[in-house]
């Protein structure tokens, strides 16, 4: 015979067929099953147990099986004693430890939501990053390479990425929302609302004679002369393409002067001389890069 449980279904002597339980059989065991099930599940519920997952209904059918162990003692053989007193010991020593490591979860991921949100870089309006939370721990993710990386906390509005040596530092407001964060100590980035989207800057075309006065070397202002520290620009099919390194970008014109990338992540602000000449680029509105003459 089977009873029905909230969640699943159980024996009514919940032992496979052994003289585990001695239960009567009958309406009267019915409406006791029923009746411990019921106390079980409030009980759980009490501690914030979700008796619907498989971990909640396991708790309930083990409650309910010592319960009726406990009010049948008089009536197990002796060689079934010692087995339910190891299986009460672990329901009494494992059930709290995850229940206070469900509490610990879930006490990380509210402390850490107010970080969770965009943020624009303030040196180019098109540049942003993601906070998020990814097993428990803070996430950031670039989404200009969709790269992310994983932040341990370390006080209050700090966390840190020791692989990379990376510090996040939040500003908190008057009214204790999370407003800003300075990564690496110098790069400001401002919250944004999570749908924000900046203005699409125009693309227009220039004449292969306006580019060539871009074409040439530059070397990183204060860098020491090594390769990372060289970019070559050359003109391709109508606009200027950048190699640094390994890497070729190409830089779409949105003024006389001014580049971006294509998705705009990026953009390059050039410099003349008074005689018309190029002198330099800055790039995001922070590093210089001076033409070689």
């Not at 159980?10 to 067929?17: A, D, E, K, S, T």
């Not at 939370?133 to 200009?144: E, S, V, Y």
């Not at 200027?240 to 949105?254: M, P, R, Y």
């Not at 998705?263 to 390059?268: I, K, L, N, R, S």
Request: charge should be neutral; glycine fraction near 6%; proline fraction near 3%.
């Amino acid at each position: 015979m089977f009873l029905s449980v909230p969640g699943f279904t159980c024996r009514n002597i919940l032992g496979c067929g052994k003289n585990l339980f001695v239960v009567p059989t009958g309406s009267s065991s019915n409406s006791l099953l029923k009746d411990l099930a019921s106390i079980s599940v409030r009980y759980l519920n009490s501690l914030k147990v979700t008796t619907g997952t498989l971990f909640g209904k396991l708790c309930t059918l083990l409650l309910i099986w010592l319960t009726t162990v406990l009010m049948n003692l008089a009536n197990m053989k002796k060689h079934h004693f010692a087995p339910l007193l190891v299986l009460s010991f672990c329901i009494l020593f494992f059930a709290p430890c995850t229940l206070l490591a469900q509490a610990a979860s879930t006490d990380t991921l509210t402390y850490l939501k107010p970080f969770v949100g965009k943020y624009q870089f303030t040196d180019n309006k098109m540049v942003f990053l993601q906070i998020t939370i990814k097993d428990g721990h803070m996430m950031l993710k670039q989404l200009w390479d969709k790269q992310e990386i994983p932040f341990r906390q370390t006080s209050e509005l700090e966390f840190y990425n020791d692989e990379r040596k990376f510090p996040l530092k939040f500003t908190k407001s008057k009214t204790g929302e999370i407003t800003q964060v300075l990564a690496f100590n110098r790069d400001q980035w401002n919250r944004v609302a999570d749908d924000y989207t900046p203005p699409i800057k125009k693309i227009i075309k220039l004449t292969n004679n306006q580019l060539t006065m871009f074409v040439g070397k530059y070397e990183l202002k204060g860098g020491d002369g090594d390769a990372d520290d060289i970019a070559e620009i050359s003109v391709a099919d109508g606009h200027l393409s950048i190699k640094h390194e390994q890497d070729v970008t190409n830089l779409f014109a949105v003024s006389d002067l001014e580049f971006v990338t294509e998705d705009q992540a990026f953009d390059v602000v050039f410099s003349k001389a008074p005689d018309g000449s190029v002198t330099q680029a800055v790039v995001n509105n922070k590093d210089v890069w001076l033409k070689s003459k």
